[in-house]
């Protein structure tokens, strides 16, 4: 489905220290509970790098991928997954019966069974924040700027700068699910 | 020893834990009495979804295709095992059920809002075909419309084995171990030996119980059982040497989590052990005794729920955040039932063998052989 806007988000690890804010933000933001289990958004610990004493080590931040062809979206039996106007994966919490087959079929461990909201849940951009034109609550407090989000059908916009003047990648490529978080 | 009496009363002492079960699942709340991760969302109640549904599905198979080639063999008893197919279709329902958050939401959106591109969806509604098939065949089995029945049976048969193909194919398209395009053969060929496996046991026990001739039936699903084996082990063995040998990393991990890792107990003790080689082994020894054939038959059944714990647990056990060094095997994500999740399957054999016998009763087909 084309739609008038592209939201993505660009990711440069480099900049990121593993301070955790965003992960805060996102549970503050959107009511997610507080146990291990439940989460939108996480840094992931890259592997050490280099020989003592000049040591690296990169930290991942993840979340859903708001994919162009998204396996969740194909697998929900009751359409409760769904690709907005704006092309984000959405939930329909009416529709969700929580069979969870949106979580053994995403490539990226995004979802999870929320006790809050009681479906399989996910991060959904902020949608409620970038109606209004402010930014997602992980990228508005990341401390280094790791994060930045736009819509890449805008040439003008951050987003289409870094990706056409960066080199980036993105997660398991593949699976054909065509990800829009970008990583430089 | 398995006289009807002890059965019953055995069967009556598994329900009370499938009761047990529903009332923790909802007074207690799912987070709480299952071992469910967000790494292994499916458990043991997929495993016990899967499990009963391939048994109705073997059931089901057996029954019509006996009563449209004529098989006298399978046919004579196919009202037993069409009653059969019913009750372990609905053992089925009752663990998908607890499994489900909102089971009845399934019902409304399926038809409100469906996703014609999801397997579910088509689970869903093939099997709720495939339900009212069902019933309406009995119903007319036992009207004696047997000509009605028969149209009933082969176009069940046609939902039934699309449902059960379809459901190897929800499973290819999520994650890399469950993929291929073998799985839906593969799951028919499972119901089968499911199905013919509870038939022995069924039948030997009708027979035990109601002093019925129907020796040549026993043999007959016993000797489907024995060639079912024969064909799964090939498909079995090409699956986890395929998996082992030359495949992704993730496939490679999840292949090795059953033949040396987590899993490797199951593998060997359950699947191959219990549901290939004691099997065929008492299955040569049955020509002398019918026991052996009833053993067989419950260390093959057993042996099938082995496969399918096996089959859902090691493709959710490599973790799939592993963006580096997935070859850093041994980090394999952890899962065992809880004791609600093996309690509603527990009861859910209970209810299998209580509604049988209470239908049977109700139905009056103790000593009927069509």
């Known amino acids: 489905m084309e739609t008038k806007k592209k939201y993505v988000m660009v990711i440069d690890t480099q900049k990121c220290f593993d301070c955790k804010a965003c992960t805060i933000a996102c549970k503050m933001e959107n009511n997610v509970a507080d146990n291990s289990q439940e989460y939108r958004n996480w840094v992931e610990t890259g592997e050490i790098c280099g020989t003592f004493p000049n040591l690296t080590q990169k930290f991942i931040p993840g979340q859903c991928n708001h994919c162009t062809n998204a396996p969740c979206e194909k697998v929900c039996p009751t359409s409760a997954t769904y690709r907005n106007e704006d092309g984000l994966i959405m939930i329909d919490a009416e529709k969700c019966i929580v069979c969870k087959y949106c979580m053994v079929a995403c490539p990226y461990d995004a979802r999870f069974v929320s006790t809050t909201r009681h479906v399989v849940d996910k991060c959904d951009f902020c949608y409620d924040r970038i109606k209004i034109g402010e930014l997602p609550a992980c990228v508005q407090t990341c401390p280094p700027k790791t994060r930045t989000f736009g819509d890449l059908n805008d040439p003008n916009s951050e987003v289409s700068k870094l990706l056409k003047n960066r080199e980036y990648k993105v997660l398991k490529p593949e699976t054909g699910a065509e990800p829009n978080v970008f990583y430089l | ?370």
């Open chain 2, 1 to 370: 020893m398995l006289t009807k009496k002890n059965i019953i009363y055995l069967s009556i002492l598994f329900a009370l834990t499938g009761v047990f079960a529903v009332f923790e699942t909802y007074y207690t709340g799912r987070e709480e009495s299952f071992n469910l991760t967000r790494e292994v969302p499916w458990g043991m109640h997929i495993v016990g979804y899967i499990f009963f549904v391939a048994i109705s599905t073997g059931l089901c198979l057996i029954a019509s295709l006996g009563h449209i080639f004529k098989i006298k063999d399978f046919d004579q008893m196919g009202k037993h095992l069409i009653l059969l197919s019913i009750v372990t279709l609905f053992a089925a329902f009752f663990v998908i059920g607890l499994e489900l958050e909102y089971p009845l939401r399934l019902v409304v959106y399926n038809v409100v809002s469906p996703n014609f591109h999801s397997p579910m969806w088509w689970m869903g509604t093939l099997y709720g075909v495939y339900t009212v098939l069902l019933i309406a065949e009995f119903y007319f089995l036992n009207k004696k419309q047997f000509k009605l029945a028969g149209i009933l049976g082969l176009i069940g048969v046609g939902a039934d084995i699309v449902a059960h193909a379809n459901l190897g194919a929800l499973f290819s398209v999520a994650r890399p171990f469950w993929s291929g395009a073998f799985l839906p053969p593969y799951f028919i060929v499972l119901a089968v030996q499911s199905g013919a496996s509870v038939m022995v046991i069924f039948l030997t026990l009708i027979k035990k119980h109601n002093n019925l001739s129907i020796e040549s039936s026993i043999v007959a699903a016993e000797r489907l059982m024995g060639i079912a084996i024969g064909v799964l082990f090939l498909f079995q063995a090409s699956r986890i040497l395929s998996s082992a040998i030359m495949s992704s990393p993730d496939v490679y991990l999840a292949a090795m989590s059953l033949i040396a890792g987590p899993l490797a107990f199951y593998f060997w003790f359950g699947e191959v052990f219990l549901g290939m080689i004691l099997p065929v082994v008492l299955l040569v020894k049955a020509k002398k005794s019918g026991n052996f054939g009833l053993l067989a038959a419950f260390a093959s059944i057993a042996g099938m729920f082995f496969m399918r714990y096996n089959h859902v647990v090691a493709g959710q056990l490599v973790p799939i955040r592993k963006y580096y060094k997935l070859e850093m095997a041994g980090d394999y994500v952890i899962y065992s039932p809880s004791l609600v999740e093996t309690a509603t399957i527990v009861g859910a054999v209970g209810f299998t063998f209580l509604f049988y016998y209470l239908a049977e009763r109700y139905f009056k087909m103790e000593k009927e052989i069509s």
